[in-house]
């Protein structure tokens, strides 16, 4: 069973760094493309992050570009975004994502198949 777990959120001062991890099981990550969504409260699910099967490819929202950085751990079956200078506005459910299918990922959420439950972040001082 495909399955992927969020976890490392919290609470942080603007500013501050964050690190969060989304464990896969069910299914080799290497092989699919990887994404990171967040939902803040009454706003639509909007892409953060992407790294693309194999060689790995990066993308980014225009807003976090330069602040976070989404990374692969093969070996842990795991991937991870290291969020620095975080911001207000950052604030949201944050979920991870996958895909087996081939291509450059669009960043809508149906380009994904399979979702985490989420995990919360909180910037505020």
């Known amino acids: 069973q495909v399955q992927v777990v969020e976890s490392g959120g919290g609470l942080v001062q603007p500013g501050g760094s964050l690190r969060l991890s989304c464990a896969a099981s069910?299914?080799?990550?290497?092989?699919?493309?990887m994404g990171w969504f967040r939902q803040a409260p009454g706003k639509e699910r909007e892409f953060v992050a992407a790294?693309?099967?194999?060689?790995?490819?990066?993308f980014y929202e225009d807003s976090v570009k330069g602040r976070f950085i989404i990374s692969r751990d093969n070996g842990k079956n795991t991937i991870y975004l290291q969020m620095n200078s975080l911001k207000v506005e950052d604030a949201a459910v944050y979920y991870c994502?996958?895909?087996?299918?081939?291509?450059?990922?669009?960043?809508?959420?149906?380009?994904?198949?399979?979702w985490g439950q989420g995990t919360q972040v909180t910037v505020s001082s």
């Open positions: 994502a996958a895909t087996g299918r081939s291509g450059i990922p669009g960043n809508s959420a149906e380009s994904f198949d399979y």
């Open positions: 069910g299914f080799t990550l290497e092989y699919y493309t």
């Open positions: 790294i693309t099967r194999s060689v790995p490819i990066t």
